[in-house]
């Protein structure tokens, strides 16, 4: 049901992310700006207009780290929506998770300023809620 109250229109933002697992690593991004800059994060962004929320996970993935995935080989983890899950406002964020047999060398582009596999056992702190991302991910 739609209310009229003053104050509680929300503008809510699409996203997606990718956690790329690799012989016991993850790839992670270095956030060139703000919110969390100079954190580590999951390659993501924005679904664009006319584009489903798996092709832009590939697009990201391919434009922040330089990897090409095929859309058919990331299955989706889950939705994330916490209301404070980023500072900027509402997010909604669809991750998907695919798995390459050997680590490739990453490229870091687009937002990010480095692009790294990370050991599963040795992560640091992660941008965002992507720790709780990265940890359904290895659930599955």
Do not use: K
């Not at 997606?16 to 790839?27: E, I, M, N, Q, R």
């Not at 800059?37 to 584009?51: F, K, S, T």
């Amino acid at each position: 049901m739609a209310t009229d109250t003053p104050g509680t229109d929300e503008t809510i933002r699409y996203t997606a992310d990718v956690v790329l697992f690799a012989a016991g690593h993850t790839l992670l991004v270095l956030r060139g700006w703000d919110p969390y800059e100079g954190y580590w994060a999951l390659p993501g962004g924005h679904v664009d207009v006319g584009e489903t929320s798996v092709a832009a996970a590939a697009r990201e993935l391919e434009e922040e780290a330089g990897i090409a995935v095929p859309v058919a080989d990331l299955r989706q983890v889950g939705a994330f929506d916490a209301p404070a899950r980023d500072p900027r406002g509402r997010y909604v964020s669809v991750a998907y998770t695919a798995t390459l047999r050997a680590t490739v060398t990453p490229t870091a582009g687009d937002d990010a300023t480095a692009a790294r596999w990370w050991p599963l056992d040795a992560l640091p702190d992660l941008a965002f809620d992507h720790a709780e991302i990265l940890a359904a991910a290895a659930a599955r």
